[in-house]
């Protein structure tokens, strides 16, 4: 498939949890993800970020392959008990030297960092103290920890982020129970929480410490740019009804809407309000502290679904599908929560476009695993058919978007760079550009797709076959 070129910047995406590894190592403290992933059956085969893919001794040799794959930004997000090992007081100058390090590396690979601050690994120190989210007690901890991360970086990184995807932490973490901390009302998957009420709670903290850390950020990097990671599905109504209409446009409002309405138009959307009686009020002050408080639409996308009414769905009031008349909505990946569907992200695209007041948009996230990738063995694997036509299909969508319809795309980031611990899922499942060798020393080996996005965003021709070469002669880099 020819695909048109794009234009605008690309680059490659991680987590700290993820990749780095070194979990016990220069003074790092404990997050709630080693807590869960220490806990038995809470993880596919027992898999831990213990080692992850060692980054955090790797990072140089990664860089490098960047580099020679014509990368122009690198989205990796700071430990927070690496930085803070009790969530709060003493800074560990260790944890600040190692990503003072990592800056000063991509700078030198000419690739701009961009940062996340929140990428899922609360400090376990603030879990046990007060229950974390659960409590406003935590805005102010993660304002702090923000400002220390503005003083020791904010020189060198203009980009930054608050949260990511606070949709799938809060959701998953406090309504199902299937991720760190592990909380949710059904007793057999989890030992305490209230699904009914704590996401709500957490919701309105996490957004009120993301303004609380948007404060301090442009008091402290004036010239930066700030945001927040918003994670979003496209819905597709399922019929041609005003209910399924409106289904579709509720699941828009829960998933993305809830974050996203308090930052670009003042409070919580109406279907979401309507639904949970319990949703806490912002103050005039909160509100005001949070419309604004991004300067770009930071979007992850992956997948798509059809959305029905149903009433009997409590709270939203719908379903989805990835079937309609028994015709699939897209490809089925290989997480069964995945399906690709290319035109449900130019949609999804012209949505936030229209909704939000067309935002600079970056996209932060956008990727997918192999059917059957963790099973099939090397060098084979590295030929990753399905990834490289999906990156093809959306980044064609992409495209269309921009030039039919208006929308105003800065930036996209590949999930992931690398294979790595996929949170639950441990390393049963690959997202990465660059295959991980983890039966082999964690050698790195750039699969089909990678290769794909370096000629497609290379400058010239003439750097296109440089680049690949070079590339080809750093991937097995150990």
């Not at 209230?194 to 303004?211: G, M, Q």
């Not at 639904?275 to 997948?303: C, M, V, W």
């Not at 996230?365 to 399905?386: L, S, T, W």
């Not at 390393?427 to 295959?435: A, C, L, N």
Request: aromatic letters at 14%; charged letters at 20%.
């Amino acid at each position: 498939m020819k695909v048109q070129k794009p234009n605008f910047l690309w680059g490659v995406a991680s987590a700290a949890y993820q990749v780095e590894g070194a979990y016990k190592e220069d003074g790092r403290g404990m997050s709630i993800w080693d807590t869960f992933s220490h806990t038995p059956g809470k993880t596919a085969q027992g898999h831990t970020g213990d080692v992850a893919v060692d980054f955090y001794h790797r990072y140089e040799a990664d860089i490098a392959i960047m580099k020679s794959l014509g990368v122009k930004m690198f989205r990796f997000s700071i430990s927070w008990p690496r930085i803070l090992p009790q969530g709060t007081g003493r800074v560990n100058k260790l944890g600040l030297q190692f990503y003072n390090k990592l800056i000063d590396a991509l700078l030198a690979a000419g690739i701009e960092p961009h940062v996340t601050l929140y990428h899922w690994d609360l400090p376990q120190p603030l879990q046990d103290k007060y229950g974390g989210w659960l409590s406003d007690k935590s805005i102010k901890d993660f304002a702090m920890y923000a400002e220390v991360c503005f003083k020791a970086f904010g020189d060198r990184v203009s980009f930054w982020t608050t949260f990511n995807e606070p949709w799938s932490f809060i959701w998953i973490g406090y309504g199902m129970g299937t991720h760190a901390p592990g909380r949710c009302s059904d007793r057999t998957i989890c030992a305490e929480g209230d699904s009914s009420k704590e996401p709500w709670v957490v919701t309105h903290n996490v957004l009120l410490a993301h303004a609380a850390a948007v404060e301090r950020f442009r008091a402290l990097v004036p010239h930066g740019n700030v945001s927040i990671n918003l994670n979003s599905e496209w819905s597709e109504p399922m019929t041609s009804s005003v209910a399924d209409k409106e289904a579709a446009q509720r699941n828009l409002d829960f998933v993305l809407g809830i974050y996203a309405d308090p930052i670009y138009l003042g409070d919580y959307p109406a279907s979401v309000r309507h639904r949970i009686p319990d949703l806490p009020e912002f103050t005039a002050e909160q509100r005001a502290s949070l419309k604004g408080s991004t300067d770009y639409f930071a979007l992850n996308h992956y997948t798509s679904r059809f959305v029905s009414d149903d009433e009997d769905a409590i709270p939203t009031g719908l379903t989805t599908h990835i079937q309609h008349n028994g015709k699939a909505i897209g490809k089925q990946a290989d997480s069964e929560w995945l399906v690709s569907v290319p035109w449900g992200f130019r949609r999804l695209l012209a949505y936030v476009h229209r909704r939000y007041g067309a935002p600079e948009i970056w996209v932060t996230e956008n990727g997918c695993d192999v059917p059957g990738e963790d099973q099939m063995a090397f060098p084979a694997v590295v030929e990753d058919d399905f990834r490289l036509a999906f990156y093809q299909e959306y980044l064609a969508e992409a495209m269309k978007a921009v030039s039919e319809d208006g929308v105003n795309i800065r930036g996209y980031f590949a999930w992931s760079i690398l294979d790595n611990f996929e949170w639950a899922d441990g390393y049963t499942k690959r997202f990465g550009i660059v295959y991980v060798d983890y039966k082999n020393g964690l050698l790195r080996h750039l699969k089909a797709s990678a290769k794909f996005l370096a000629a497609l965003f290379a400058p010239e021709p003439a750097a296109t076959a440089s680049a690949a070469a070079a590339a080809m002669q750093t991937a097995t880099i150990e």
